[in-house]
């Protein structure tokens, strides 16, 4: 019996990568007359494609979270792209100390942004802290980065591997190259002792609406990273991030994962650059509609395909 | 506002559904509630529904559904299911407070229903972490050890947000600070009058916590409920004197 | 070369043979397996040929290394030691040695160092210090040391503090170079820079490195300095550990101070032990840096070791461990009673449960050896007694009345100013 299963290729060969992100404001920041809090960047060289998504906190006090969440994509990205050209070799036997010393330099790098910003910006003149309560208040004059807090996700895609970082909530979504979806840990596939999946990039305290920060003083040990070596017995053709609020809208993983499929076929089928941005606009209008009827949240999407 | 052709994305959209945050209630009917603290619950539980209602309104995805039930020398549940705010008005009736203070069987009862198969669905992804709100004015009568250390072994009590009340003199506050996991989320309450009035602000709180995306740093929901309630401090310095040459108190 | 078949035979060079049971696991050396020896089961560790050919042209040496091992035997209970060395056959196609399975109670140290594992309290912790120290001793008296000091190789007991040190296949004599390579933060500048081999003075940088990490759960030289780079290139790892090294927690040079944010384990627990601690590891990571003969010895850590031990007590409102020369409590902050101490030699120890006088600090014998235990008044908590668990009848003046005698099994109450003596020891109890 002929085994029927297609493998799709991506149909605009320019170039080893084809990138793209997009971040939109959620209906109840609309609503409310905030800004959108999310943040995403997408890029690529011929070795490798990088995308990250970050999620700046909705609470009262976070005022400036927008900024946080912008600086961690701007700072991530010229991290990770100085890392990929520094480092000679990335593999099993050293990924996880390089991998820890990038996530280190990222949090360093942010909080230094965080720290300019707020010298330059006091909360002083800041309209928006004048209007918070006295706890919250309290709370920022305590401690500043709080005001910038922000999840990060960050992943990085080669010929030959692929890793994600991750602190906080948010979804990395790992396409192989039978069109199915797998977790990072799923993709990973190690077991425990009791025949538990290992749970390795995932955390379980981020079920129940709690989540890790950049903004947190033990960000380096909420960091979390995965690193997998792709090869014929772990083919992958793409990966998508996204931020919290687009799984928010769903009751099921499966009905969250089929909108992730029809995100990665739509980028397959284009061509060229006008296309892609055709892509991306379908995309915006499917989530602004997405999150009216949904969580609300601002959404972003990333997403890399080799 | 979107446009609304879907387009390829329009099945996905079909998908997008609301989730639900349950408010579990508790409350010790036992004899020694007769009067006017049960007259506060029961006043208090009719003003619930409008108080949900509202905060549903600001939580942009979630709904809000109550389970209301009553233990004394057994444990009775109002609320056959979790219901909306519209149905538990319908629903209450008020509570006559006879009989013993069934803890113990009350947590087991809890334990019950806190699972799919029960009270929350067949769907994790549906619900948003449950609040709990317990109120009681005595010692247990019956053994809650045991049930409370199968009830920490649940998964949606271990992440629910947990307050309790603790009525009156007599009330025992450490078991309700052992099953809440914290002394800081055990209210203490001398004065009657004060009954309603709490119930009513802190189901606001524990309904608001748990239906806004609190990304908090090493905070949890739980922790964003403590410092919302009043902590009492407990401060009893341990002074020892210089000791006697006693042989016999070794 | 692929791996060997469950039910496999494999000889060994003392004429046993070995069969493969199951693969247990795969480094970067080698491959793991659980094998039957006479019925009982072992580890085997069978080399990667790719990591022998690195390892020309000392590749011979290193056999011989092995060898030497296997019939000299284990420093201590605290090693998995080689006991045979296994081939394939006369024209072995590489080779490899059995040792003792590893008991399950143990953990990785580098789990503890990512806070997945906690040590059941800070007693164990020390504990474990302890048990590091001594194995690096017990090396040292056979005249082995360690070309490749690496965290990954220690395993932690985190209910006594106990210690198993694996992967000794790098174990050697000293002044001898396998042609190991050793583990950039973990090996001593000197060796870093070519000036140096292997040897004692090189081990006692690993040693310190090893102690800090485990009180610490971080590096000891990485802090601000090691954030400005996205990645440890040589380069940079030979700036950072050899050539320009400065301590995290140096009290003058403020450089390369943990950053918040990045090292906050570090920066929470450092605090939360005495100053002599840290005058310690100032020294190890100051003078000791570039100075061998500064660096601190096994018996300088001991010290420090045996000191926190005697100064350690139980917080009554937090239950943790704090220390009573911190006055308030390192975790919780409260002050509390801190209970008496008996002062003699030079050593105060503390009263508490589990605490002991020993002769350690009677005559700077073994701390095994218990000649006083302190224990808790059954009418009042709080309130230590002194119980003379010794073969000497003690001679006890309390404060203002005659001497008392106390035999074996009495228990002395703890008042201030009471002098108890011990043979030739002036026991003093204070506040």
Known sequence: MVNLFMHKSRKNKIGKFLTDNISIRGYSHIIANKECQDCSVSWHTDSYSGIIVCDGHGGEKYIRSSKGSAFACEIGKTAIDEFMRSIKRLDKSNYKEQLTVLERHIINNWRKAVEKDFNDNSFENDERFAVLSDSDKNALLKNYVKAYGSTFIAAVLTGKYYFVLKLGDGNANIILSNDTIKTPDEHNAEYDEDGKLKKVLEDEQLEFNVTTSLCQSAADTEFRQIFIETDKTKPVSAIVLTTDGIINCFRSVEAYQSLIKNIYHAYLETENEKEIEKARLELANGLNQLSEKGSGDDLSVAIAIK | MADTNGGRYGANIEEVAARTMTLFYLFDKSGSMYGEKIGQVNNAMKDIPQIIKEVAESAPNANITVAAATFSTGVEWITPKPQTPDEFINTWRDVQAEGLTSLGAALTSLNEKMSRKAFLGDNPMGYLAPGIIILSDGEPTDDWEKPLAELKKNNWFKNAIKVAFAVGADANKTVLAEVCGTPEAVISIDDPEKIRQYIKFVTAAVSKTGTTSQASSSASPQDVLNQQIQSIDDDKPFVVDIPDVDDSQW | ?431
């Open chain 3, 1 to 431: 070369m692929s791996d060997f078949r469950n039910g496999e035979k494999i000889q060994l060079t003392n004429g046993d043979t070995i069969t493969v049971k199951q693969k247990l696991g795969e480094g970067g050396q080698g491959a793991v397996y659980k094998v039957d020896y006479n019925g009982k089961f072992y580890a085997l560790k069978w080399y990667l040929p790719n990591y022998l050919k690195g390892l020309k042209p000392n590749y011979k040496k290193f056999y011989k290394n092995l060898e030497h091992n296997v019939t000299s035997g284990s420093p201590s209970n605290a090693f998995l030691w080689q006991k045979a060395i296994a081939i394939t056959g006369k024209k072995s196609k590489g080779f490899g040695y059995i040792m003792d399975l590893r008991p399950q109670n143990f953990e990785e140290f580098t789990k503890f160092m990512k806070a997945k594992v906690q040590y059941d309290n800070t007693k164990v912790l020390i504990n474990a210090a302890i048990n590091v120290v001594e194995a690096f001793q017990a090396l040292h008296r056979k005249g082995l040391s360690y070309q490749d000091v690496s965290p990954g190789n220690f395993f932690i007991d985190k209910t006594n503090g106990d210690i198993l040190i694996c992967d000794n296949d790098n174990v050697a004599p000293y002044g001898e170079n396998l042609g190991v390579a050793g583990t950039p933060g973990y090996m001593a500048p000197e060796i870093i820079l070519g000036k140096d081999k292997p040897n004692t003075n090189t081990d006692l940088f690993s040693l310190s490195v090893i102690l800090f990490e485990l009180f610490f759960l971080s590096h000891p030289l990485e802090g601000a300095n090691c954030c400005k780079y996205p990645c440890l290139t040589t380069a940079i790892e030979r700036e950072l550990y050899a050539e320009k090294p400065v301590f995290v927690m140096s009290k003058t040079d403020h450089s390369n101070a943990p950053v918040k944010g990045v090292f906050s384990n570090l920066i929470n627990l450092y605090p939360t032990y005495p100053e002599y601690l840290h005058e310690a590891f100032e020294k190890a990571f100051g003078e000791g840096l570039k100075n061998v003969n500064k660096r601190l010895t096994e018996r300088d850590w001991l010290k420090v070791l045996y000191r926190l031990q005697d100064d350690s007590v139980v917080c009554p409102y937090c239950k943790e461990t704090t220390f009573a020369s911190m006055v308030k409590c390192a975790c919780c902050k409260k002050t509390y009673p801190i209970p008496y101490k008996a002062v003699l030699n030079g050593f105060e120890v503390v009263a508490g449960n589990g605490k002991y006088l020993t002769d350690y600090h009677l005559t700077h014998g073994s701390r095994k050896d218990i000649k006083g235990t302190f224990v808790e008044s059954k009418k009042t908590a709080g309130v230590f007694g002194l119980k003379n668990d010794s073969t000497i009848v003690w001679q006890v003046e309390y404060p203002g009345k005659p001497v008392m005698t106390y035999e074996n099994g009495k228990v002395v109450t703890l008042i201030p100013e009471t002098v108890i003596t011990i043979g030739n020891n002036k026991v003093e109890i204070k506040k």
